[in-house]
């Protein structure tokens, strides 16, 4: 009986940034169609997002040519299995046909072995009645949502060789995924096995088994860990109904409690986080997912890949949030200062602040410079910057105004923060402020203290940002 295993790695990098050192003597410095595969299987639902001016709404045609029976209490009749189907891991997307296996009647072992794990109609109607509102679980049929709610039920139970309510090995590879994608919380699967029934060419069911890191004793243990940390988190979240202000405190608190680790123990999950304080991206992005969550903020998993300094195309993980009714995206591991010398970005980590919030709440074309989202699911297009962190924080240059650059400066020697950040809307307005403030030397008006000689500063020139180091 062949297994087909499932698992996800992925690791995150940073993008290159200039840096330099301007003194008065100016020495050289150097500057610088997953929607129609969806269909296929009827387990995808036309995109609807909410009606604002913040991002489009958009109808998609939904002709499925296969739909997930709807009764989560399917049974099988086992006398008239021939054959059981060894499963491999390699198989083509390309020309998919499926075609649903008739019921055959009850069998009373799958259907034990389903209720022993409290997987009944009655439970799967109020698992899918749970799961309102969450981003993936939303973007399936009806079918779909079943399915869902099965893997949901076998995970938290680690239930084994359990029969689900459908006969597609690609729909259960996708729900599983959007399972995961919308539960941070569990943390003790890293993938799954199945095994086909068949008869003669036709699979008659397929049984579903996670594949379970710890046992449910070890997870409870855990959980009772991580329940520690969290709850020290939360106590301090800001008492706000803007949304803003929780989302860049889990963005802090984070980056704060966690160093970037390519070797991390349990890096794909949040016990790296919560436990340890050491981890990649999947760690990063799956635990700012689980306390925003708690804080009542939406908030998913994104996966795709990443363009490094070093590298092109390194699988990547970050988060789509919810920010005050517009959807943007956040990259925790981004913004951890900490990655860019583990991951060999640069050797040099003082060149940049411990938290770089040029990836708090950004757009689609602003992450798109260095990140590429994967097709696993659609995802709104983020156009909003009401609540970018350098627009909410008076960072935000529309103009080459200087003045505007001396009273950024007076702020932040006022409340004593060790760099001035100047984020420019456009390419011209970055070139302007560049010429004026280092190429022509007009920092230097704007320096207080006993050394004005010289004045650190980094670049990110893509990002159209100026660091300068006070």
């Not at 001035?420 to 030397?441: H, M, N, P």
């Amino acid at each position: 009986m062949g297994k087909k295993i499932w698992r996800i790695v992925s690791t995150g990098a940073a993008r290159v940034f200039i840096a330099g050192i301007l003194a008065i003597s100016l020495p050289g410095c150097g500057y610088s169609g997953i929607d129609d595969y969806l269909d296929a299987l009827g387990i995808s639902v036309p995109e609807d997002y909410p009606d604002n001016p913040v991002y489009p709404n958009e109808e998609l045609s939904l002709d499925p040519a296969f739909i997930i029976t709807d009764d989560a209490s399917v049974s099988y009749n086992t006398t008239e299995l021939e054959t059981v189907e060894e499963v491999t891991s390699d198989y083509s997307v390309e020309g998919l046909s499926i075609e649903t296996a008739e019921e055959t009647g009850a069998d009373q072992e799958d259907t034990q072995k389903r209720e022993d794990i409290g997987i009944t109609t009655e439970s799967i109607e109020a698992i899918k009645k749970q799961q309102e509102g969450l981003y993936a679980y939303e973007r399936l049929t009806a079918s779909g949502k079943t399915l869902y709610a099965e893997i949901l039920k076998i995970l938290e139970n680690e239930g084994q060789d359990v029969v689900v309510s459908t006969t597609s090995d690609e729909a259960i590879e996708q729900v599983f995924d959007y399972v995961l994608m919308d539960h941070p919380e569990i943390f003790y699967v890293d993938g799954y096995s199945y095994t086909n029934y068949t008869l003669g060419n036709t699979i008659t069911k397929i049984t579903f088994t996670g594949n379970y890191l710890y046992d449910l004793d070890e997870v409870k243990s855990r959980q009772t860990r991580i329940n520690d940390y969290v709850n020290k988190c939360l106590a301090g979240a800001p008492s706000s109904e803007d949304d803003y202000y929780a989302i860049k405190y889990v963005y802090e608190y984070i980056i704060d409690s966690t160093e970037y680790d390519l070797n991390a123990p349990d890096n794909q999950n949040i016990c790296s986080v919560f436990l340890n304080g050491r981890s990649v991206c999947n760690g990063y992005a799956k635990a700012a997912q689980y306390i925003l969550n708690k804080l009542g903020i939406e908030c998913t998993l994104v996966t795709g890949t990443a363009d490094t300094n070093n590298s092109i195309g390194v699988r990547h993980a970050w988060n789509l949030v919810q920010c005050n009714d517009a959807f943007y995206y956040m990259d925790v591991t981004w913004g951890d200062s900490s990655f860019q010398t583990a991951s060999g970005e640069t050797a040099d980590v003082s060149k940049l602040p411990r938290i770089n919030y040029a990836y708090l709440n950004v757009t689609s074309s602003d992450i798109a410079v260095n990140h590429k989202v994967s097709n696993l699911i659609s995802m709104p297009e983020c156009n909003s910057i009401a609540d970018n962190y350098y627009v909410r924080e008076n960072e935000y240059f529309t103009s080459a105004e200087m003045s505007l650059v001396q009273d950024l400066f007076n702020r932040r020697y006022n409340d004593g923060s060790d760099n001035v950040t100047i984020k420019c809307a456009s390419r011209q307005i970055y070139d302007q402020l560049f010429e004026e403030l280092i190429t022509g030397r007009k920092v230097f008006d704007y320096i207080q203290g006993e050394d004005k000689s010289q004045v650190s500063y980094t670049t990110f020139e893509e990002y159209g940002t100026i660091i300068f180091w006070i």
